[in-house]
C-alpha cells in the first residue's frame, strides 16, 4: 500500500502556470509506474501525464500538446506536473495515482491500472 497527498493546486489566469506535486509514502519501489489525472464536473477522470518510475519513460494525454511536463523526485519520494499555458478548459480536480504492486501500466495509463488514488488538488484557470 502507499499513500498519496497532492499539493500545489489553485486558481491562475488562462496563460499561466501552476506546479503540482505528489509525495508518496510505503512501499514505493513496488509501482512500476505513477500518473496524474483529472476529472472536472460532469466529465470522465481522464490520464493527463503518466510515468514508468523504473527508466522515466512519460506518456502525455492528446489534450497536453506539449503544455505539461511530469517530472519524478526519486530521492523524495514525488511525482510532479509542471503545467504551463494553461486553459480554462483545464479546469479540474487533478489526481495522483499509483499503479499496482509490481505491475506495469498499459501503454495508454488507462484508470484500471492503478490501484491507489491521492484525494485531488483543485485546478481552476479562468478567461
Known amino acids: 500500500q502507499v499513500s498519496l497527498v497532492e499539493s500545489g493546486g489553485g486558481s491562475v489566469q488562462a496563460g499561466g502556470s501552476l506546479s503540482l506535486a505528489c509525495v508518496a509514502s510505503?512501499?514505493?519501489?513496488?509501482?512500476?509506474?505513477m500518473a496524474w489525472f483529472r476529472q472536472s464536473p460532469g466529465k470522465e477522470r481522464e490520464v493527463v501525464a503518466g510515468?514508468?518510475?523504473?527508466?522515466?519513460?512519460?506518456y502525455y494525454g492528446d489534450f497536453v500538446k506539449g503544455r505539461f511536463t511530469i517530472s519524478q523526485d526519486i530521492a523524495k519520494n514525488t511525482l510532479n506536473l509542471q503545467m504551463n499555458s494553461l486553459k480554462p478548459e483545464d479546469t479540474a480536480m487533478y489526481y495522483c495515482?499509483?499503479?499496482?504492486?509490481?505491475?506495469?501500466?498499459?501503454?495508454?495509463?488507462?484508470?484500471?491500472?492503478?490501484?491507489?488514488w491521492g484525494q485531488g488538488t483543485q485546478v481552476t484557470v479562468s478567461s
Open positions: 495515482a499509483a499503479g499496482r504492486p509490481f505491475a506495469y501500466c498499459s501503454d495508454h495509463f488507462t484508470e484500471p491500472d492503478f490501484g491507489n
Open positions: 510505503g512501499y514505493t519501489d513496488r509501482y512500476y509506474c
Open positions: 510515468i514508468y518510475t523504473r527508466n522515466g519513460d512519460t
